[in-house]
């Protein structure tokens, strides 16, 4: 515990790199398009409980995994941000079955240190272009669901997005009171 309180004070945060393809404003909405590399991410799926019941205790896990709660005791920093995949129903609101996960900081991407959880797992993600649209607060199911909304309704029905996931994202420690950053990412169809 103490290494995952350490490691999010004072330890480097490495942000997840990417390659921004463009920065558009559309209705007064402004939104980036990015493309981000394949990369392992340390992930726990969860099925039954809503978003704001079961993600804080699933960040701590995946915290006390980078902080040195793994098989080598090996503290990797902190990276950000975190993502929750989420698959919404129909009718835009959140299933109950979301992933959360963290990408591996890149000096352990190519051999993860083994996790003493079983619930973590690590998966390779392949590469990705998204639609990313930034907002602050703090944020839980009804603010990303909202911002997901005002993302569909910029980007219309004739972008080509994936409608049956999207990435809740964010980028500060629960301690941070202000300048706090999430994002709402929108997986764009592959031609």
């Not at 964010?170 to 300048?179: A, E």
Request: aromatic residues 10%; glycine residues 8%; contains cysteine.
């Amino acid at each position: 515990m103490f290494g995952m309180i350490k490691n999010s004070l004072f330890g480097n945060t490495e942000e997840t790199e990417y390659k921004l393809l463009s920065s558009e404003t559309k209705d007064g909405v402004s939104y980036e398009v990015r493309r981000y590399d394949a990369a392992k991410y340390a992930a726990i799926p969860s099925e039954g409980r809503t978003f704001d019941q079961v993600t804080g205790e699933l960040v701590r896990k995946l915290l006390m995994y980078i902080g040195g709660s793994n098989e080598q005791g090996e503290a990797m920093g902190t990276a950000a941000p975190i993502t929750i995949t989420v698959y919404p129903r129909d009718d835009g609101v959140m299933s109950r079955r979301l992933v959360v996960g963290i990408r591996i900081p890149s000096h352990y991407q190519q051999c993860p240190p083994s996790p003493t959880d079983s619930a973590i797992r690590i998966e390779e993600r392949p590469g990705m272009t998204v639609y990313s649209l930034q907002f602050g607060g703090y944020a839980g199911e009804s603010e990303y669901r909202a911002e997901a909304l005002r993302l569909t309704r910029t980007l219309g029905e004739s972008a080509p997005f994936q409608r049956k996931q999207y990435f809740c994202c964010s980028y500060d420690p629960p301690i941070k009171p202000y300048g706090r950053r999430n994002e709402v990412w929108f997986l764009q169809e592959e031609p």
